[in-house]
């Protein structure tokens, strides 16, 4: 994980090479905001490679940020039965009919990566482990905002009886649908994070993403990628389907 000083000297270096000598005065003035780095920039408005690259360098710097300040102990909130919306909303980049249709029979999950026993496993071995529970919200960029309830199989428990190289920097998914994302190891091992079998006590819907999603609730939901085919440990930058379209890599809720 990033330390506080290594985020502050990439700050420093950031707004060095970028700010104009006017900019670098109002920035001693006024202090700094993430959004404010962008004004203050020397770069030309015409110039949108420049632009590009100093929102991408802003948005990289945020992430290193994000991941220092998340805290791997606090919980997401949970809520009540009573809440949860029946109504939940179904969004992909495609439409609901063309969400993949699996084999629970053909089915199996695959490993890659830094992981010592890579042993595909099947639903039915998924079933056998020990299951939890917990109602959330999911927050999707798009505007909308549901409670469900998803149960399955802390993203820990697997990681770990797997062999998975713990100290790796991230834990990226691949899906039926060529969706892919992932995410740092610290959010993978957190408690909130499952594979999850289940949507409001029934078999995980196709559109929900059967017969397995990564739900987690400290992520955005474009975060939470559905019908997982295969999960693999590295250290080499995964990127994912939306973050390499410029979403915010970290993307916590
Ligand atoms: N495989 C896959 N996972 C995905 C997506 C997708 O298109 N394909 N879309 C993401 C986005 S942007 C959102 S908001 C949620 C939507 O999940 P839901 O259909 O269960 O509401 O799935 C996420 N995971
Ligand atoms: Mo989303």
Redesign the pocket.
């Given at each position: 994980m990033s330390n506080k000083k290594e985020i502050i000297q990439e700050a420093t270096q950031l707004i060095n090479r970028q700010l104009t000598q006017e900019g670098r005065r109002r920035f001693l003035k006024q202090g700094l905001t993430l959004g404010g780095i962008t004004m203050l920039t020397g770069c030309d408005i015409t110039n949108n490679a420049n632009i590009e690259s100093s929102l991408s360098q802003i948005s990289q710097l945020n992430d290193r940020i994000q991941e220092w300040l998340f805290n791997g102990n606090l919980l997401a909130p949970v809520y009540p039965e009573s809440m949860i919306d029946t109504n939940?909303?179904?969004?992909?980049?495609?439409s609901e009919n063309d969400a993949p249709d699996i084999n629970a029979d053909e089915y199996h999950i695959e490993f890659l990566g830094l992981i010592k026993d890579k042993q595909p496993l099947t639903l039915a071995h998924l079933h056998q482990m020990a299951q939890v529970s917990q109602i959330t919200r999911?927050i999707?960029?798009?505007g909308w905002s549901?409670i469900g309830k998803w149960g399955g199989i802390p993203l820990s428990t697997l990681l770990k009886g797997i062999g998975a190289d713990l100290h790796a920097k991230y834990v990226s998914f691949q899906?039926?649908?060529n969706?892919y994302?992932s995410i740092d190891m610290a959010t993978a091992l957190h408690p909130q994070t499952i594979l999850a079998l289940t949507w409001n006590n029934e078999v995980l819907p196709r559109?929900?993403?059967y017969p397995i999603?990564v739900r987690i609730p400290t992520k955005l939901?474009?975060k939470?990628?559905?019908?997982i085919q295969a999960i693999e440990v590295t250290n080499r930058y995964p990127g994912g389907?939306?973050e390499d379209q410029g979403y915010n890599w970290f993307g916590g809720s």
């Open positions: 939940f909303p179904f969004n992909a980049f495609y999911h999707c960029v798009e549901s899906c039926a649908d969706y994302t559109k929900y993403g999603k939901g474009y939470n990628p559905k019908h389907y939306w």
